[in-house]
Every structure is written in C-alpha cells, then in structure tokens.
Nanobody
Framework: QVQLVESGGDLVQPGGSLRLSCAPS????????MGWYRQAPGKERELVAR????????LYADSVKGRFTISRDNAKNTIYLQMNSLKPEDTAVYYC?????????WGKGTLVTVSS
C-alpha cells in the first residue's frame, strides 16, 4: 500500500522558518487533494492547509494565514509547507494527508517544535 512520507520537522526558535515535504512511496490514482494537519499535545488533530490538484486552489486555517504557504508538484504528487514566523503554539506533529474518491492516506507525522 502506498505510504506518505513526511520530512523537515525540527526544533526552531520563535520567529524562525521551516519547510516540510510530503511525498508518496508510490503512485496514488484518483488523487484530488493533499494537505497538512497537525496535532499538538492534548489537542485534536486540525487542518493546517490544503491544496487541490485541479486548479491549485488552497485553503488555510486562520491561525496560519499569512505565515504558512502550501505548494505542490503535481508531477511528483509531492506537497510542501513553508512555515515562516513560527510561534510556540505551532508546536505539533504535522501529518500529511492525501484524498482520493475511495480513501484517505495519512503519513506518520513529523515533529515541529518551536521553542527558545
């Protein structure tokens, strides 16, 4: 079964930047959207950003608008999350998600820690 592999999580100081990447281990048929979710300790998983394969429309959580940018490489089914002006409240495990009409795919997550 195809897996999503995230990378780029790290420890960063407040105000810093990170770039996350997500790539599938194989081809995903019928893919129509991919996105990033995050889950902080003691909190529910929440949508961070989403990008649709056709047209490239994007959606962002209010808490990251103006700071985070999601982008995609359709040829590779790869997405990226550029995170700028990071805040301690951005600390979480970030999960990659991919959607097809038949199923959703999830990665295992990459940890982002924002702390001085």
């Amino acid at each position: 079964q195809v897996q999503l592999v995230e990378s780029g999580g790290d420890l960063v100081q407040p105000g810093g930047s990170l770039r996350l990447s997500c790539a599938p281990s194989g081809r995903i048929f019928g893919l129509y959207a991919m996105g990033w979710y995050r889950q902080a300790p003691g909190k529910e998983r929440e949508l961070v950003a989403r990008v649709w394969s056709s047209g490239g429309a994007t959606l962002y959580a209010d808490s990251v608008k103006g700071r985070f940018t999601i982008s995609r490489d359709n040829a590779k089914n790869t997405i990226y999350l550029q995170m700028n002006s990071l805040k301690p409240e951005d600390t979480a495990v970030y999960y990659c998600n991919a959607n097809t009409p038949d199923m959703d795919y999830w990665g295992k997550g990459t940890l982002v820690t924002v702390s001085s």
